[in-house]
């Protein structure tokens, strides 16, 4: 089954916004073994928009769209639909007490354009909008099925779990079942090679490899018919750790590797702190964002100057003096300083240079992470642009993985 | 002049990365009065890419494609290109050294297969390629215009800015000049309604709002033949916040509050610092990610446990038994005790319930953002859901916001 996905709006076409919609439609497609095999974005203009189904229909069974049903008299792509299925539109009183209601509870006044909203093509089926006031349908006709939802986010996003997962469900018998395996430490291009055998081992599964920012995510994927499991899946990724080489493999669950390391410490019943300098709070702000952090973090100190790392921190003067802010010293103080502050198990510091300034005994890219733990402290060095140009976003998103991975290995191999 | 963006990858289709090329690629196009027609996406299959060519070319007169240009064997978009405009393909010593160059340097091994990117269409231009292997190029034909960059945003912005903004300024004597407003407190259909009659001042100028979690942005424009300047555009401004109001209006200048606030505290010499609770350190890091940040932020201090808020923030232990730790009181101490902790001119606090827990008398979404300064500290109640559903981060980034323009008032109102 090939399906287009059609967002419609202006303000994506200039750039103003990023399309969020349609990378969510197409994961979810993807996961009843849906083929994407086109997204096109257009502006609000019916008589484009009628040519484009007429175009896109030639190639493809379902075509989704987003955006194109506010109220305004240029929202105009319902109407072209319903002329290009040449089916009449239908007055609905239940949206229409729904719209008004809407407002009523928003304290807003409704316009009277609002009401064309309540109009829909005539044999569909309506996916109401407790979000918004435009609500969406699926159109079956033709031996085609036309699925218009309205263009924010918090509005798709639910009606589209409400409305159109089951009708996925139900017109399609299969399911993409996946898994992620979480790399640190080794090439994209490594660990494609690496994993080159595994369809000689399991020629069901698909995968694919994807580059981050200081990690590498491998996907593995199964298609099933519906309701039937099988421990394929689970075998493949036991095979692909092993190809992969287990010591770069930071998690077969977690999507991230402040996940990664919040499930481990959660696992221990160990906590962690944070003490930090270029990555500005970057680390305690990714690890507060996995939902129950705050089990195993309290603490998370940003010294962004010399000044607090001696007087929050208390790092000597004397080797913020002679070895410099950027050193392994001053990580070491910082790690073992704020471990002690806060009296977590571990303690993770970064001190470096994300730019724009460096010089050519400490570039831009030179960046000590500390680790602290009940065996001792230790500070590793990293230079994250070795001759590639890095912007400081990714210095400090680099760090913040370092930071991550050396935790995980550091809590691994003393086996709190 | 009309341009189609099509951009050419599986891993988008299939949702796994987000198209951020497209969106660059809009704004760049909108600041050169070129109107982007369609935006398409398509998996890398050399038939399918000839007739979108042959579509597309119906309705616009440029077509810029990212992706494809691989050295694999399934990467055959610039020969359908060849194809299509019949033209042959040649191979480039020079381009061919580069390619050599650049693994030496990276010390991987060439595969035969990278020779294939070495050979262009006859005629183009060339588009070198310093951050990869892959080069682009433009090729103007039968009237119309191809411009080929590889995917990886790393290759493809430099590449744009070398070759493809010289190109669209030698091709279009029009310009687009842009002036953004920032407001906080208003929302987005009142900033438009108040906007309204800004065009019957200034028939030239287009306006457009965005809504932002907590924040609006208008932008103004205004096309401009080329070299041409006009204090219009900076007339308009003057009017649009005079009637959006100007306590609503917290920069004509930044791209967010956090960079209107660093401007804010660097213009008057001025330093902060944070205690953060439920955002985690995204306030901190939010403030480090405003490039010279650090000459006006030395210290941030997340306190993620009530341990910490009395143990390394002095909160009394009194205040966080009677009022809990999501209170004014302890806000207020947050701030007050951080202030004096760090000897900074002004800080922030903030605590609340980010979620995903809360009960009746303290919801998610409940915050207490407290603001210290030489006049004094407050705290101010927010309750960001009020019978709105709102996710974990976008209770963490109103609070920011809501943080960054508490702090702009403050600033503004005492005059240091």
Known sequence: MNATIISIGTEILLGEITDTNAVYISKMLALYGINVYKRITVGDNAERFKRILNMEYA???IIITTGGLGPTADDLSKEAA?????????FHKDIYDDICGYFERSGKAMSQNNKKQAYLPKDCTVMYNPNGTAPGFILEKQNKTLIMFPGPPKEMIPMFESYAIPYFEKISNQRVFTKNILTYGISESEADKKLGTITDFFPEITY???AYTGMVRVRLGIKFDRDKH????EKAVEKAVELIGGKYVYSTDAPDMQTALVELLKANNITVSTAESCTGGLISKLITDVSGAST??????CSYSNRIKSGVLNVSEDILSEYGAVSHQTAIQMAENVRNIV???IALSVTGLAGPQGDERKPVGLVYIGISSKRGTF???????RGRIRTRDDIRILSANAAFALAIDEIKSIKY
């Open 59 to 61: 190639d493809c069974d």
């Open 82 to 90: 319903c002329e290009y299925f040449d089916v009449p539109m239908i």
């Open 208 to 210: 694919a490899t994807y």
């Open 230 to 233: 099988s421990p394929i899946l």
């Open 296 to 301: 195993v973090f309290e603490c998370g100190i």
């Open 343 to 345: 009296g977590s198990d």
């Open 379 to 385: 500070s590793k060095e990293f230079n994250f642009c």
